[in-house]
């Protein structure tokens, strides 16, 4: 079966450094988002984006959050000067055509720790 | 309670027991879907069922929605210790995309 990937797995960094966390979506999909899961928490909603740009956004996604599709199969979320509060398990997804009633295929995360 | 309530948090039961989980919402919805995650792993799913519908099965699982409720229930039947997970309800959001509001989880361990 069609899997997201996700690079890396793991991530650390300093208090106000840039991280770049990437994902490979399902070929033929064409809506992906970015969700993320604070230990012990919820899983969260991020972004949505479609035909290049971003479809819809929570509160979450504030100036410090950014995403891309720079070439025809990645998909970056790069957080510009990450806070210790960013912590968090990133989830990257994609689905066929974004339309309601249809399901969400996710990688396995990239679990940002920062210091 | 927030869009997506599960209970229980936890349920520990034996391999072969039933096991039922439940998930409470606050907006309407166009569907409830049902995702599961193994320890830091990424979220699989498992079943989706419309608004319209009021029972879905799918292999050993069984869920039910009740929209006069805005409740839903998950059932796993003969359950294994290979089932010991997270299990999430997640509705979609307003708007075109297929946005989701996740719940809190059940976590579920099933003793050999």
């Known amino acids: 079966e069609p899997e997201v990937t996700q690079t890396p797995s793991h991530q650390v960094t300093q208090m106000g450094q840039e991280v770049i966390l990437r994902c490979v979506p399902i070929?033929?999909?064409?809506?992906f988002y970015w969700y993320r899961q604070i230990l012990g928490q919820k899983v969260e909603f991020l972004v949505s984006?479609?035909?290049?740009?971003?479809?819809?956004k929570s509160e979450i996604f504030d100036d410090q959050f950014s995403v891309e599709r720079p070439d025809g199969s990645n998909f970056t979320l790069k957080i510009r000067s990450t806070k210790l509060e960013d912590s968090a398990m990133y989830f990257c997804?994609?689905?066929?055509?974004?339309?309601?009633?249809?399901?969400?295929?996710f990688g396995s995360g990239t679990q940002l720790s920062v210091l | 309670s927030q869009q997506g309530e599960e209970d229980p948090q936890a349920l520990s039961i034996q391999e072969g027991e039933n096991a039922t989980m439940n998930c409470s919402y606050k907006?309407?919805?166009?569907?409830l879907q049902w995702y599961r995650q193994n320890s830091g792993r990424g979220l699989v799913h498992l079943i989706l069922?419309?608004?319209?519908?009021r029972e879905k099965h799918s292999g050993r699982l069984r869920v039910t929605l009740d929209t006069s409720k805005k409740s839903s229930s998950l059932l796993i039947t003969a359950s294994r210790a290979a089932d010991t997970a997270s299990y999430f309800c997640?509705?979609?959001?307003?708007?075109?995309?297929?946005?989701?509001?996740f719940g809190t989880g059940t976590l579920l361990a099933v003793q050999p």
């Open positions: 997640a509705t979609d959001g307003s708007g075109a995309t297929n946005k989701l509001i």
């Open positions: 997804a994609s689905s066929e055509t974004g339309t309601v009633n249809e399901k969400l295929f």
């Open positions: 070929s033929n999909h064409l809506y």
């Open positions: 069922i419309r608004s319209n519908e």
């Open positions: 984006f479609y035909n290049n740009e971003i479809s819809e």
């Open positions: 907006t309407s919805i166009n569907n």
